[in-house]
Each structure stands twice: as C-alpha cells, then as structure tokens.
C-alpha cells in the first residue's frame, strides 16, 4: 500500500484508511465483536491510518478503537485521527446540539454532543479523546464540522470562539505531540 507523508511532519500515512464513523453504530447495530474484526482485517491488509470521532457513537468509536488497538499491540504501529470541536456531556445532563441533520446512532453511549470550539473545548475534547481512546497520544487531531452550512446562524460565534482562542488549543496539542515524541512506530 502506497505511503504519503503529511505536510512537514514525521506522520506518514497509507493511501487507504479506515473510517470509523460506520462502526460507531451510523443507523445500524454494529457489535464490539464486529467492529474489532474490521480493524484487525484492515490491518492484516495494510491499513496503517485509522479515523475516529468524539460524535461517532458518542464515544463509542474511540472506545471500542482504543480497545481493539490495545489488545492488539497496534498502537504506535498506526496512526489515528480524530476530531475536536465537539464534547460530550452526560446524556441526563444536557440538551443535544442543534445540527444540520440528526444521525441515529444505534446503542450509543448515554452520551449528548455540544459544540464548543474556544481554547477550553478543544482541550477537554483532546483529552477527553485520549482517554477514550486509552492513548498518551493522538497523531491528528481535525476539527469537527467548522462550517457555515453545517452551523447556521451560530457560525459566527463558533468561528469567532475557534479565532480567539481554539487555534491556540489546536497548536498546543501539536506541540505537546512533537515534544513528548510521540511518533508512530513504522513497519
């Protein structure tokens, strides 16, 4: 499988990744069981660059990659994204964020999402990614659904919180990847 590295950094990845957002539950019940039999496959066939998602079942995507990656002794073997912009926050605690569209995820975990893209979101998204993830470190963090169309009327106020402060939040986890020296192991 082809390789490509990104930009000027030291993450290199394979042409082909997996996407995780299907196997957080999109409409349709995915067990644990499946979901570590796709990873391990795509592996097995050369996938080296895996994506996941806070919004992705509601956590249950990082989870069950976490886990499946851990279990495995794959992790610093691939390279995982995932997204901030959005935290989660106890289901019995919280409203829902107001989006484009609804997606039903399928045994979620008892988690709602809120959109919040100033210094402290994007921290206590990374975070929160971590330990979800069960990792010291992730190797691209994208931010989630930054956009007029997807916002609306509150685009402003989201794009003015991610100017004011998120970006710092964005260039602080790169550098504390950089620094901590965290990069994935090659094969």
């Not at 644990?32 to 249950?60: C, I, S, W």
């Amino acid at each position: 499988m082809l390789k490509r590295k990104v930009g000027k950094t030291d993450v290199t990845l394979t042409s082909l990744g997996l996407g995780t957002s299907p196997l957080g539950g999109c409409n349709v019940d995915v067990s644990f069981q499946t979901f570590e039999a796709v990873v391990l496959k795509a592996y097995d066939l050369g996938v080296r660059y895996f994506d996941t998602a806070p919004l992705y079942g509601l956590g249950k995507s990082e989870h069950s990659l976490g886990h499946v990656l851990r279990n495995n002794d794959l992790i610093g073997k691939v390279v995982v994204s995932t997204k901030a912009g959005r935290i989660l926050k106890p289901e019995s605690r919280a409203k829902r964020a107001e989006s484009l569209y609804g997606i039903d995820w399928v045994k979620a975990l008892p988690f709602v999402d809120d959109y919040d893209y100033s210094y402290d979101g994007i921290m206590r998204a990374f975070e929160d990614s971590q330990q979800r993830l069960g990792m010291d470190h992730i190797d691209i963090l994208y931010l989630h659904d930054v956009s007029g169309e997807w916002h609306r009327e509150a685009y402003s106020t989201h794009l003015s919180a991610l100017r004011s402060s998120g970006y710092k939040a964005c260039d602080e986890t790169a550098q504390h990847r950089l620094r901590e020296g965290h990069r994935p192991r090659r094969q």
